[in-house]
Nanobody
């Protein structure tokens, strides 16, 4: 089994910044990709950013230029640095990992990000 432990959510004013962290642990032999999804009130879950095994990354159009995803391979940890936060970024942010040769998917429990004045 694989566990994903998220941290870093909270309340921030518009224009502010936050950094989310997600540490993966358990039976991990290979990380194919790790990333962040979010689900806002009344909305479907959507991809925010993802980084794959070769180091390349992709972002939702709405966060390009404001959010940066990075990873620490030694710690099996992925980070999401968020700048210029907007009220529409308010959501529960979920960490996702696809691991091992069977490409198993795992999800974190979610962390709330609220952007409000």
């Amino acid at each position: 089994q694989v566990q994903l432990l998220e941290s870093g959510g909270g309340l921030v004013q518009p224009g502010g910044s936050l950094r989310l962290s997600c540490a993966a642990s358990g039976s991990i032999f290979r990380i194919n990709s790790m990333g962040w999804y979010r689900q806002g009130p009344g909305k479907q879950r959507e991809l925010v950013a993802r980084i794959i095994s070769d180091g390349s990354s992709n972002y939702a159009d709405s966060v390009k230029g404001r959010f940066t995803i990075s990873r620490d391979n030694a710690k099996n940890t992925v980070y999401l640095q968020m700048y210029g936060l907007r009220p529409e970024d308010t959501a529960v942010y979920y960490c996702h990992a696809n691991v091992n040769i069977r490409f198993n998917d795992y999800w974190g429990q979610g962390t709330q990000v609220t952007v409000s004045s």
